[in-house]
């Protein structure tokens, strides 16, 4: 059966501090994987990956991926309490996308 | 441009209770999908709608329908709800898979 495993489930960090998301998977007819951020309601695109090894960067947010280990990392650098979130980890597949359970981050000031 | 609508935002039913929660999109996409939100489990996939007039299930269909009612709307029905059904549901859409989803804001539903 497809898996999206998160770790940590939750973080708790100081502004400034940097943190990793981790996403690791197991999943026939993979596509590419994604990274959301969701705060109150929907959850928002960060990033899309395909290929191995190329660096997505978004200010201070970055994210890549591994295709030969299976997994993806998401960073945060220089955290502000805005950045406290649920972050989603998701692998496209052929026909939907299959989530992780998620990484509740709080960032305190 | 409103992207994806979904009502009722919140619910409360009472168990045996039968209720459709509504999913709407005016951005002319194919495929259209309903998920829960449940602590600790992420999203699930309830049912999908690749394009009009079709619908397939998901990893967790048991106790819900769907019905895909036109390119723009897909509707999903609890016919005798069940404090199991007790989450949030998510509808999405998107044109091309590989762009991603575009998701509504949400139902908080509550089976009491």
């Known amino acids: 059966e497809d898996k999206v495993v998160q770790s940590p489930l939750s973080l708790v960090v100081h502004e400034g501090d940097t943190v990793t998301l981790n996403c690791s998977y197991e999943?026939?007819?993979?596509?590419?994987l994604l990274w959301y951020k969701q705060e109150k309601k929907a959850p928002t695109f960060l990033f899309m990956l395909?290929?191995?090894?190329i660096e997505k960067k978004s200010g201070r947010l970055s994210s890549i991926l591994d295709k030969k280990e299976l997994f993806s990392i998401l960073n945060i650098t220089a955290t502000q309490t805005g950045d406290s979130a649920v972050y989603l980890c998701?692998?496209?597949?052929?026909?939907?996308?299959?989530f992780g359970a998620g990484t509740r981050l709080t960032v305190k000031p | 441009n409103a992207g994806v609508t979904q009502t009722p935002k919140f619910q409360v039913l009472k168990t045996g209770q039968s209720m459709t929660l509504q999913c709407a999109q005016d951005?002319?996409?194919?495929?259209m999908y309903w998920y829960r939100q449940d602590p600790g489990m992420g999203l699930r996939l309830i049912y999908y709608?690749?394009?009009?007039?079709?619908?397939d299930k998901g990893e967790v269909p048991n106790g819900y329908n769907v019905s895909r009612l036109n390119k723009r709307e897909f509707s999903l029905r609890l016919e005798s709800a069940a404090p199991s059904q007790t989450s949030v549901y998510f509808c999405?859409?998107?044109?091309?898979?590989?762009?991603?989803?575009?998701f509504g804001s949400g139902t908080r539903l509550t089976v009491v």
């Open positions: 395909t290929s191995s090894g």
């Open positions: 709608s690749a394009s009009e007039g079709t619908t």
């Open positions: 998701a692998v496209l597949r052929n026909n939907d996308m299959r």
């Open positions: 999943v026939t007819n993979f596509r590419s």
């Open positions: 951005m002319n996409h194919n495929s």
């Open positions: 999405a859409s998107s044109e091309l898979l590989a762009d991603g989803y575009t």
